[in-house]
């Protein structure tokens, strides 16, 4: 399959100037559209016809009712219309109310329109699709949200750490459509306006030029996003918030018990974004700010241009667990600056930023924690690689008639950025540099295809330096199941030094206070917890808490492996410890293996069930979804 995308904008420049033309007469009479009948678009996960007619802009005007957890107002899109005779506008809807719409003319005036909404594809939602009459270049359609939006969570006072509702967004990826009418598809982009009015004593942000350090007292923001974006990056987040500087474009939101922590966590903040210049290039997106969520926020973070967000179960106290960060920034670059033109291209935005997030933690830390890090993701790829569908052991993978959901697994992350490594590798650093500077600005701002990749890279890289990399290995990667052999594997002297040591503990050579435990990084730790695995009994747990106390870690990655490891050994402590962290943690990194243990272990599926069912209403739609399907309580 190939996602046919137009590129250029010189392009749509002159359909426009057509357009304009074509709009001194005057708009023709309604009538309806002369099929009605809408087929999912080029894209397999959106009814929208952007090759016919395209987004350009948006204009948001909406008003946030926290008690009610909607979102209602109006959103005027802009129109580019390649096709100016194709007399339709289908948008992407799921769980919207439609009120009304309209087309504006080119006098700005109101023309009504037919429209209806199609049948409900689940997932995919219904379609919104309206008559688009000729020389109309602008539609506005008014709508709310309903409180059951998947890409919002609205939570109530008791369920956020500052005592005050809170309320964010995730659009990826495609969820936008449950809170705006539009072309929920990464291949469309467009630039938008947006006045949100939220309650007088919250703060309303969004990823976008506008937002402010300081509560308005009116209630009402504004925002403007100058840099055309695809529908998964649209977000806004609504809480108790407050701002810190980290540096003089970058700094921190968050409710008021975690902002200085978050502050001092983050502090590298602005090294980062240098780092990434000096690698590939400006950043382009104005100022970098990040926004900790509640903990109930489904993944470690989302590459929302200009505000990213992050969990707050990252804030370990001793920034150990900074490559998350290093991650969403990485995506100003790779992602959101060149993305995938559908989701089954998802390694091109996701296996780049884990071989540049590896690279800026090089920069920040040196090679010995990239190794680790590198062999702690080789190590879990090859897990999931070993479980994964035949489908889903390849970086190109045909997704058509599957919820996009299913593409976020390690292969397009790992296996991509092991590719990378490859090429880097084979290439040499140097050259592979050059070419990656060269590729983000070529596609700046566009969304390819794996063959637009490979395309390019066959120019720029393979013919351009002849000898070092054949088509039919880098096709081996791209479509071929599994790793290729001759894929290089990280290595870890600090890792064998840790499995040495384990080994000499696990056969009784040596006690558990000999282990040389206070030089050894948190990612040592993880991987001598991953290698513990069905290895311990509850007696063992208990010596292990007296000698380091890790069932009080602060850091959720240890803390996680450790209740991982408690759900084995049906160790007592370790299930105490775990019950608090379901109740308040709603990471799917985390709570969806620990269902799954739970469900499968002989004695922890029925309470697991109790559990679920207490944490269920503090948990984000994508968190129930996943536990209630580890769980065995709804179907795959
Ligand atoms: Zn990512």
């Given at each position: 399959m190939k996602v046919l995308f137009v590129k250029s904008i010189t392009v749509f420049a002159t359909i426009l100037l057509l357009a304009a033309c074509q709009t001194d007469e005057a708009p023709q009479p309604l009538k309806p559209a002369p099929d009605m009948k809408v087929e999912v678009g080029t894209d397999p996960h959106s009814f929208a016809e952007y090759e016919k007619v395209q987004i350009s802009h948006m204009t948001l005007d909406l008003d946030a009712d926290m008690s009610r957890r909607t979102l209602s107002g109006h959103v005027v899109l802009d129109l580019e219309r390649?096709?100016?005779?194709?007399?339709r506008l289908v948008l992407d809807t799921r769980d919207l109310d439609i009120h009304d719409v309209n087309a504006i003319d080119p006098d700005g005036d109101f023309l009504p329109v037919s429209w209806h909404l199609g049948k409900d594809h689940g997932h995919l939602g219904r379609p919104l699709v309206i008559v688009l009459p000729q020389g109309i270049s602008q539609v506005r359609i008014d709508y709310s949200s309903r409180p059951e939006a998947f890409g919002l969570q609205w939570l109530d006072a008791e369920q956020t750490s500052s005592g005050r509702p809170f309320m964010f967004s995730q659009s990826q990826p495609h969820y936008a459509r449950t809170w705006v009418p539009l072309q929920d598809t990464p291949a469309v982009r467009y630039t938008f306006d947006a006045t949100v009015r939220g309650p007088r004593d919250l703060m309303v942000v969004m990823g976008a030029d506008g937002n402010l350090f300081e509560l308005n007292a009116t209630g009402e923001y504004h925002f403007h996003m100058p840099e055309p974006i695809p529908s998964y990056l649209m977000a806004i987040a609504i809480g108790d918030l407050e701002f810190a500087e980290i540096g003089p474009r970058s700094g921190v939101y968050a409710e008021p018990q975690w902002i200085g922590p978050a502050a001092e966590e983050f502090d590298v903040l602005e090294e980062m974004i240098d780092i990434g210049e000096n690698l590939y290039?400006?950043?382009?997106?104005g100022r970098y700010d990040l926004l900790v969520l509640p903990p109930?926020?489904?993944?470690?973070?989302?590459?929302?241009?200009?505000l990213s967000y992050v969990t707050p179960t990252i804030i370990a106290g001793d920034g150990s667990l900074l490559a998350l960060v290093a991650h969403e920034l990485a995506h100003s670059w790779s992602g959101n600056l060149v993305t995938n033109a559908?989701?089954?291209?998802?390694w091109l935005n996701e296996g780049f930023t884990v071989y540049f997030e590896a690279r800026i933690m090089e920069a920040l830390y040196g090679a010995e924690i990239r190794d680790q890090l590198a062999k702690l993701a080789w190590d879990g790829l090859q897990d999931t690689l070993a479980q994964a569908d035949p489908r889903d052991r390849q970086l190109v993978r045909d997704l058509s008639d599957r919820d996009p959901e299913q593409a976020f697994m390690r292969v397009p992350y790992d296996m991509g950025r092991f590719f990378l490594d490859w090429l880097e590798d084979r290439f040499g650093r140097e050259t592979f540099d050059a070419f990656l500077r060269e590729y983000f600005d070529h596609f700046a701002f566009e969304s390819i295809t794996s063959e637009d990749f490979r395309d390019y890279a066959r120019e720029h890289l393979v013919e351009a330096h002849p000898g070092r990399v054949s088509m039919d290995e880098i096709d081996e990667w791209l479509y071929e199941p599994g790793m290729p052999e001759f894929a290089i594997a990280p290595e870890s002297d600090a890792f064998e030094q840790v499995d040495d040591w384990g080994e000499r503990w696990l056969a009784g050579d040596?006690?558990?206070?000999?282990?040389?435990?206070?030089?050894?990084s948190v990612h040592q730790w993880r991987h001598f917890l991953i290698g513990l695995e069905n290895k311990l009994d509850a007696e063992t747990m208990m010596a292990m808490d007296n000698e380091f106390a890790l069932v009080e870690q602060q850091n959720y990655e240890i803390l996680f492996l450790w209740l991982m490891r408690a759900i084995e050994a049906e160790y007592e402590p370790g299930i105490e410890r775990l019950e608090q962290f379901l109740l308040e943690v709603g990471r799917n990194k985390f709570t969806r293996p620990l269902y799954a243990s739970l469900a499968e272990s002989d004695w922890g599926r029925d309470w697991a069930v109790e559990v679920y069912e207490r944490a269920r209403p503090g948990y984000h739609p994508l968190t129930r979804q996943a536990a209630e399907r580890a769980l065995g309580l709804s179907e795959e």
């Amino acid at each position: 399959m190939k996602v046919l995308f137009v590129k250029s904008i010189t392009v749509f420049a002159t359909i426009l100037l057509l357009a304009a033309c074509q709009t001194d007469e005057a708009p023709q009479p309604l009538k309806p559209a002369p099929d009605m009948k809408v087929e999912v678009g080029t894209d397999p996960h959106s009814f929208a016809e952007y090759e016919k007619v395209q987004i350009s802009h948006m204009t948001l005007d909406l008003d946030a009712d926290m008690s009610r957890r909607t979102l209602s107002g109006h959103v005027v899109l802009d129109l580019e219309r390649p096709e100016p005779g194709f007399q339709r506008l289908v948008l992407d809807t799921r769980d919207l109310d439609i009120h009304d719409v309209n087309a504006i003319d080119p006098d700005g005036d109101f023309l009504p329109v037919s429209w209806h909404l199609g049948k409900d594809h689940g997932h995919l939602g219904r379609p919104l699709v309206i008559v688009l009459p000729q020389g109309i270049s602008q539609v506005r359609i008014d709508y709310s949200s309903r409180p059951e939006a998947f890409g919002l969570q609205w939570l109530d006072a008791e369920q956020t750490s500052s005592g005050r509702p809170f309320m964010f967004s995730q659009s990826q990826p495609h969820y936008a459509r449950t809170w705006v009418p539009l072309q929920d598809t990464p291949a469309v982009r467009y630039t938008f306006d947006a006045t949100v009015r939220g309650p007088r004593d919250l703060m309303v942000v969004m990823g976008a030029d506008g937002n402010l350090f300081e509560l308005n007292a009116t209630g009402e923001y504004h925002f403007h996003m100058p840099e055309p974006i695809p529908s998964y990056l649209m977000a806004i987040a609504i809480g108790d918030l407050e701002f810190a500087e980290i540096g003089p474009r970058s700094g921190v939101y968050a409710e008021p018990q975690w902002i200085g922590p978050a502050a001092e966590e983050f502090d590298v903040l602005e090294e980062m974004i240098d780092i990434g210049e000096n690698l590939y290039g400006p950043y382009r997106w104005g100022r970098y700010d990040l926004l900790v969520l509640p903990p109930s926020f489904p993944f470690g973070g989302m590459e929302n241009p200009r505000l990213s967000y992050v969990t707050p179960t990252i804030i370990a106290g001793d920034g150990s667990l900074l490559a998350l960060v290093a991650h969403e920034l990485a995506h100003s670059w790779s992602g959101n600056l060149v993305t995938n033109a559908a989701w089954r291209d998802l390694w091109l935005n996701e296996g780049f930023t884990v071989y540049f997030e590896a690279r800026i933690m090089e920069a920040l830390y040196g090679a010995e924690i990239r190794d680790q890090l590198a062999k702690l993701a080789w190590d879990g790829l090859q897990d999931t690689l070993a479980q994964a569908d035949p489908r889903d052991r390849q970086l190109v993978r045909d997704l058509s008639d599957r919820d996009p959901e299913q593409a976020f697994m390690r292969v397009p992350y790992d296996m991509g950025r092991f590719f990378l490594d490859w090429l880097e590798d084979r290439f040499g650093r140097e050259t592979f540099d050059a070419f990656l500077r060269e590729y983000f600005d070529h596609f700046a701002f566009e969304s390819i295809t794996s063959e637009d990749f490979r395309d390019y890279a066959r120019e720029h890289l393979v013919e351009a330096h002849p000898g070092r990399v054949s088509m039919d290995e880098i096709d081996e990667w791209l479509y071929e199941p599994g790793m290729p052999e001759f894929a290089i594997a990280p290595e870890s002297d600090a890792f064998e030094q840790v499995d040495d040591w384990g080994e000499r503990w696990l056969a009784g050579d040596i006690e558990l206070d000999e282990l040389p435990v206070e030089d050894w990084s948190v990612h040592q730790w993880r991987h001598f917890l991953i290698g513990l695995e069905n290895k311990l009994d509850a007696e063992t747990m208990m010596a292990m808490d007296n000698e380091f106390a890790l069932v009080e870690q602060q850091n959720y990655e240890i803390l996680f492996l450790w209740l991982m490891r408690a759900i084995e050994a049906e160790y007592e402590p370790g299930i105490e410890r775990l019950e608090q962290f379901l109740l308040e943690v709603g990471r799917n990194k985390f709570t969806r293996p620990l269902y799954a243990s739970l469900a499968e272990s002989d004695w922890g599926r029925d309470w697991a069930v109790e559990v679920y069912e207490r944490a269920r209403p503090g948990y984000h739609p994508l968190t129930r979804q996943a536990a209630e399907r580890a769980l065995g309580l709804s179907e795959e």
